[in-house]
């Protein structure tokens, strides 16, 4: 409500956009979670409780464009949702007068004449706003943690592809190696080594280390 409140002043709805899109967008998927739940419970059905709003979907898409994985949109989602809810709680809002409604003033608003939005909130309606943001920050964490890791050695943050098997140009990435081992020889013969071929098909042997020890 927010979001809209703060679009009435024109302007301003080009900021509160995301607050009202978030909102909207949460507002179904929650909603439509709950009715494939108890529709579930009355015929027996298997419909999903994870319903994805059109704008979850947009983030994905978008992530995709970019070449990522659909989930890091969804990350990110939830993410700017968490960022949308913690400032609407932190805002300042006009404080209010004895009936209830907002203090008027005619030209601006002084610090004094201002209070956090969460301060006039409802406390049960505030506890459970906290608890669905701290449930919300967990899920992102462990998000974040399944699509990033942290190399020790190079000290780098690392994505991970989470669906290899959707990945059809591994011979331009890599080349095509087999394991060779030598069971009769000269001494002087590398007893195990890599045949492998490069991409524009020439090949070469390497030995269990990566190194190069002769191009065919």
């Known amino acids: 409500m927010s979001g809209v409140a703060f679009c009435e002043t024109g302007i301003g709805c080009v900021f509160a956009a995301p607050m009202v899109a978030h909102g909207f967008n949460g507002a179904y998927e929650g909603g439509a979670g709950i009715y ?5 419970q009355i015929d027996g059905g298997n419909r999903s409780l994870e319903v994805k709003g059109d704008l979850r979907k947009l983030y994905e898409s978008a992530a995709e464009a970019l070449g990522f994985d659909a989930s890091v949109g969804s990350t990110i989602y939830d993410s700017v949702d968490l960022a949308v809810s913690v400032r609407g709680k932190l805002k300042l809002v006009p404080k209010l007068n004895e009936f209830g409604d907002p203090k008027f003033k005619l030209f601006w608003y002084g610090r004094q004449d201002l209070l956090r939005a969460y301060k006039q909130m409802n406390i049960k309606l505030l506890n459970l706003e906290m608890l669905g943001d701290l449930s919300l920050t967990v899920d992102i964490i462990k998000q974040f943690k399944n699509a990033f890791f ?11 592809v989470k669906e290899p098997e959707t990945i059809t140009n591994v011979g331009q990435i890599v080349d095509d190696c087999h394991l060779v081992i030598t069971v009769t020889g000269t001494d002087e013969d590398v007893p195990a080594y890599y045949r492998c071929k490069a991409s524009d098909n020439s090949e070469y042997r390497k030995d269990l280390d990566g190194n190069i020890i002769k191009v065919d």
Request: glycine residues 6%; negative net charge.
């Open 36 to 40: 494939n739940g108890v529709m579930n």
């Open 150 to 160: 942290y190399n020790k050695d190079n000290e780098q943050v690392i994505m991970v």
